[in-house]
């Protein structure tokens, strides 16, 4: 009896040195896992580090990275200009800009805006814009200037009725405008635009699509300025409106950014004109 007593000791003995030494183990092995951890952290701060610091803040854009070698000059300054005034757009050609694109309606350019082929006639009071794109997709910053003829303060184009057969047609265009103010330093991708129709849509006298009917249209891009002026940006766009429990599919959409470092955000006003195409034809009923 004594010797086995001994012996189941002997045995609980060992069990006792198995399972202390396994919880050893266990805990060099996590103490391996968590230096590891540790250093595979540093590594990556260490590698941050060595990258510019607008860099590692900027917001992704849905166009070009900027340039910061120049911008497009325009051959007239602001102010108040002659009806017929010609503005040209010039770039050095050290600053790689194989084209320029330019708007006149407000909204920020892309290479979807207008090509700078010539001369640019300035008929009406307008807020001209123009960037400067190199060989490998790379952007300047918008250049910007405003030519008033006149009274600064213009009573806004009444749009005319879009009259129709009793079909809207795939490329029939729609004149649009925003109602409410959209600032990148509140939106966040995925939100609305308020945009209505500024037109009537007629099938002969009878209207069918009212002015102020709402448009679907969504934010793909909203990023707030952030430091060493990265400005802000808007891009959204348009989808659709219902008529008649009909949905018209629209293409369209604009961008906006922030003007500069004094107003960095891009900032979408009420009363901004704008066009949308319809995608697909749609039978309207009076």
Avoid: C
């Amino acid at each position: 009896m004594q010797q086995a007593g001994q012996l189941q000791a002997a045995q609980q003995m060992q069990q006792d040195m198995l399972n202390s030494g396994l919880q050893s183990m266990q805990v060099m092995q996590q103490q391996q896992s968590e230096m590891a951890q540790q250093q595979q952290m540093l590594a990556a701060q260490q590698s941050a580090s060595q990258l510019p610091r607008k860099f590692l803040n900027a917001p992704t854009k849905a166009s070009a990275q900027f340039l910061r070698m120049g911008q497009p000059a325009f051959s007239v300054k602001s102010g108040q200009v002659d009806s017929g005034t010609r503005v040209r757009i010039k770039w050095r050609t050290t600053d790689n800009f194989s084209t320029v694109y330019y708007s006149t309606d407000g909204w920020t350019p892309t290479t979807a805006s207008v090509l700078y082929k010539g001369p640019i006639r300035i008929n009406a009071t307008t807020h001209l814009q123009a960037i400067g794109v190199g060989p490998n997709s790379e952007r300047s910053e918008v250049s910007q200037a405003y030519y008033i003829i006149g009274s600064r303060w213009t009573t806004p184009i009444e749009q005319p009725p879009l009259i129709t057969d009793g079909k809207l047609r795939a490329g029939n265009t729609l004149q649009l405008v925003t109602v409410a103010k959209t600032s990148s330093d509140a939106a966040k991708t995925g939100d609305r635009i308020p945009l209505v129709l500024d037109q009537d849509v007629k099938v002969g006298d009878s209207v069918v699509v009212p002015k102020g009917t709402p448009v679907d249209a969504v934010l793909t891009v909203a990023s707030p300025s952030v430091e060493y002026y990265t400005p802000g940006i808007l891009t959204f766009e348009v989808r659709s409106l219902s008529a008649h429990g009909k949905s018209i599919l629209l293409r369209g959409g604009e961008t906006m950014e922030g003007a500069d470092k004094w107003e960095p955000e891009a900032v979408i006003k009420p009363g901004m004109a704008l066009t949308a195409t319809v995608a697909a034809d749609v039978t309207l009923e009076p």
